[in-house]
């Protein structure tokens, strides 16, 4: 798998999963799963393909010396840095002009800091399949088997088989669709032609920027005047001054939704985007009463007739006759919700930005 490359996509705050989550501090450098930041996991799950030279990532400029402490091993040359946030598209693009400087022939896999895979070596394989299809020219999206109607993931129809690849069975992309309601996702499901979207894709960079032209000019124009400066000293006074007009798009809405030649490869490989307490809590270890308990003091716990119930907290923390509950517990906020409501901690965090109280963010 010749000029091949990994694009680790290290931005955003995570914010269905506060107050651990905070934006100085956010999802991808917590330990949620294990004892390493979700980060590290993300990278040393592909170390087995990428060398740390052939690894990249695109952050926030206050996050990359933290990220680059987690993971030493990858040149500091390769953090790519946007100047704040402007969602998927912005960054994306700007990552991808910064490799294609590098090597005009690389194929690039986007891939989370953030997401959780329990099958590592399957994992690999998936992408090995996914660059041999890029090699014709087709953005390779990676779709997510779906096992239950989910109202929280996008999803991907599948069209006309391609091929299988390595294994893996290819199909033409028909559609990418929104977060559905949760009649039309129990129809998703019931038709077996539908992936949920694992916001992974693996694309030629020379067809990425391709597409960018095509479908997002005004990007596409700004990168290209950026690739022009990126050795030289006014560099970043050029990115700040372009960054403030650059369109604040996701990937999937500037180009997935648009483009045509994009194949899925659907999977199962224990995946789980952990975008909220109750997904964290149903990758985590439970007791024989359906309890997740993680902390420093976790084995000084009370539970009394408690069921299906995660408590992430440092301190001595008591739960009697409660169910289907998350408590988590940091220094300075102490959450309690339903875990049917853990979708609704980003009103919180909206709230107190709204209102102010930056100071718990």
């Known amino acids: 798998m010749d000029h091949y490359y990994a694009l680790i996509a290290a931005g955003g705050h995570g914010a269905r999963l506060w107050p651990m989550s905070r934006v100085r501090h956010p999802k991808q450098m917590l330990p949620l799963v294990d ?41 500091p040359e390769n ?26 022939e690389a194929t690039v896999a986007i891939l989370p800091a953030d997401h959780h895979i329990v099958q590592r070596e399957k994992f690999c394989r998936l992408l090995e399949a996914a660059w041999q299809v890029a090699q014709d020219g087709k953005i390779v999206t990676l779709g997510i088997s779906p096992s239950y109607p989910s109202t929280g993931f996008g999803y991907i129809q599948q069209g006309d088989a391609l091929n299988q690849v390595s294994g893996f069975d290819v199909y033409r992309s028909r559609r990418f669709t929104e977060k559905p309601d949760i009649v039309r996702a129990t ?53 700040n001054d372009i960054w403030e007009t650059m369109p604040m798009l996701s990937i999937d809405f500037a180009i997935m939704e648009k483009a045509d030649n994009i194949a899925v490869i659907p999977s199962d490989i224990g995946w789980s ?33 408690t ?55």
Request: hydrophobic share 40%.
């Open 307 to 361: 069921r299906d119930t995660l408590v992430l907290s440092d301190r001595l923390t008591v739960a009697i006759g409660v169910e289907d509950i998350v408590v988590v517990d940091t220094d300075d906020v102490l959450l309690i919700c339903h875990k049917e409501r853990t979708q609704d901690v980003k009103q919180v965090v909206d709230y107190l930005r709204e209102n102010g109280n930056e100071e718990y963010l």
């Open 187 to 239: 129809q998703y499901l019931a038709s077996g032609q539908y992936s949920w979207n694992s916001g992974m894709f693996i694309w030629r960079v020379a067809r990425a920027m391709r597409d960018l032209e095509r479908y997002q000019p005004a990007i596409y124009a700004m990168c290209s005047y950026l690739q022009s400066a990126f050795d030289s000293p006014d560099y970043e006074e050029k990115l």
């Open 79 to 104: 953090f790519i840095l946007e100047p704040y946030a402007k969602n998927t598209a912005p960054a994306l693009a700007l990552a991808l002009s910064h490799i294609q400087r590098r090597d005009q």
């Open 35 to 75: 004892e390493h930041s979700m980060f590290r996991t993300s990278v040393e799950r592909i170390l087995s393909m990428f060398t740390p030279e052939d690894i990249f990532v695109v952050t926030g400029r206050e996050l990359v010396e933290d990220l680059q402490n987690e993971m030493r091993e990858i040149p």
């Open 273 to 305: 985007d952990v975008g909220n307490w109750t997904s964290l809590y149903e990758i985590l270890p439970q007791d024989n009463f359906g309890n997740c308990v993680k902390g420093d003091a976790s084995d000084s716990r009370v539970i009394l007739d």
